[in-house]
T-cell receptor, first 114, second 108 residues
Framework: ETGVTQTPRHLVMGMTNKKSLKCEQHLGHNAMYWYKQSAKKPLELMFVYSLEERVENNSVPSRFSPECPNSSHLFLHLHTLQPEDSALYLC?????????????FGSGTRLTVV | EDQVTQSPEALRLQEGESSSLNCSYTVSGLRGLFWYRQDPGKGPEFLFTLYSAGEEKEKERLKATLTKKESFLHITAPKPEDSATYLCAVQAGNQFYFGTGTSLTVIP
């Protein structure tokens, strides 16, 4: 399998649930990202993991918790979410952060919080 | 403040009716400008990277151009299968800035 794979594709969860999103990249890239995409808004960077550093967007609530066990796998752990967290969550990877080579995106997880 | 603005927000074209989408940016130290296509419920799919003013890239009916302030995505004789949202992003340093996209509908 090639590219960036995200699972699950769709997720419906209650506000008291705990769930995890998974992302796997088969491109040999060194940086991985979580983005949130909401209607009519630019993509919002949530977290970055690269060989050099982990970067967090300070505006992301603590109910979102990332985990990057190795350069090919990225998780987003979710707990006690709010309805406004419903969105498309996109994982992306790049060869590195600074060389202007762009991202490869996964297909996303459509999250609905009820 | 670094910013990326795309226009129009939505565009409806008849099949075969050529047009252009705009991406204007105000960032310092541009490292690259990227165009993506996004179909409903899917992740963005990479189309082009442009690195310097005057550069042009082509792919089938699409042609991207870059100036010091903006980029255009020209669509020549579009087909219904070109219907999608087109996203623009710019990289400055390690930061990526995305626009909100142009939703293109091509009517048969």
């Amino acid at each position: 399998e090639t590219g960036v794979t995200q699972t699950p594709r769709h997720l419906v969860m209650g506000m008291t649930n705990k769930k995890s999103l998974k992302c796997e990249q088969h491109l040999g890239h060194n940086a991985m990202y979580w983005y949130k995409q909401s209607a009519k808004k630019p993509l919002e960077l949530m977290f970055v993991y690269s060989l050099e550093e982990r970067v967090e967007n300070n505006s992301v609530p603590s109910r979102f918790s990332p985990e990057c066990p190795n350069s090919s796998h990225l998780f987003l752990h979710l707990h006690t979410l709010q309805p406004e967290d419903s969105a498309l969550y996109l994982c992306a990877s790049s060869q590195d952060r600074g060389r202007g080579l762009g991202y490869t995106f996964g297909s996303g997880t459509r999250l609905t919080v009820v | 403040e670094d910013q990326v603005t795309q226009s129009p927000e939505a565009l409806r074209l008849q099949e075969g009716e050529s047009s252009s989408l705009n991406c204007s940016y105000t960032v310092s130290g541009l490292r690259g400008l990227f165009w993506y296509r996004q179909d409903p419920g899917k992740g963005p799919e990479f189309l082009f990277t442009l690195y310097s003013a005057g550069e042009e890239k082509e792919k089938e009916r699409l042609k991207a151009t870059l100036t010091k302030k903006e980029s255009f995505l020209h669509i020549t004789a579009p087909k219904p299968e070109d219907s999608a949202t087109y996203l623009c992003a710019v990289q400055a340093g390690n930061q990526f800035y995305f626009g909100t996209g142009t939703s293109l509908t091509v009517i048969p």
